[in-house]
């Protein structure tokens, strides 16, 4: 399975951005039995985790700073995965990295969950 994070760009505080995240794999059944999720790094720090979503959508959670404001969903037929970022604040920026489950079993939440890792999205956010 190949992931490829898009979507990403500058804006202000308190804009909105959707982020897009395109999976690529030769059995697209194997996808749609995946949960996925979002993780970011900013300069410096560790990279951490900010939302996933179980293999039929019927599952998300999220990071206590970006909930209420961040939307995961997940398009299987699409082999998609996006993620709408709403209200950016400057403590949002960072690069933003899609994940795949594959077929391991776990919280959302946890990065050992996830073996599929797609190259960041840069999301800046700047007055």
């Known amino acids: 399975v190949q992931l490829q994070a898009s979507g990403g760009g500058l804006v202000q505080p308190g804009d909105s951005l959707r982020i897009s995240c395109a999976a690529s794999s030769a059995s697209g059944d194997a996808f749609n039995g995946f949960a996925m999720g979002w993780f970011r790094q900013a300069p410096g720090k560790d990279r951490e985790f900010v939302a996933g979503i179980s293999w039929n959508g019927g599952t998300t959670y999220y990071r206590d700073t970006v909930r209420g404001r961040f939307v995961i969903s997940k398009d299987n037929a699409k082999q998609a995965l996006y993620l709408e970022l709403n209200r950016l604040n400057l403590d949002d920026s960072a690069i933003y990295f899609c994940?795949?489950?594959?077929?391991?079993?776990?919280?959302?939440?946890?990065?050992?969950?996830?073996?599929?890792w797609g190259q960041g999205t840069q999301v800046t956010v700047s007055s």
């Open positions: 994940a795949a489950s594959g077929p391991r079993m776990g919280p959302l939440n946890s990065r050992s969950l996830y073996i599929y």
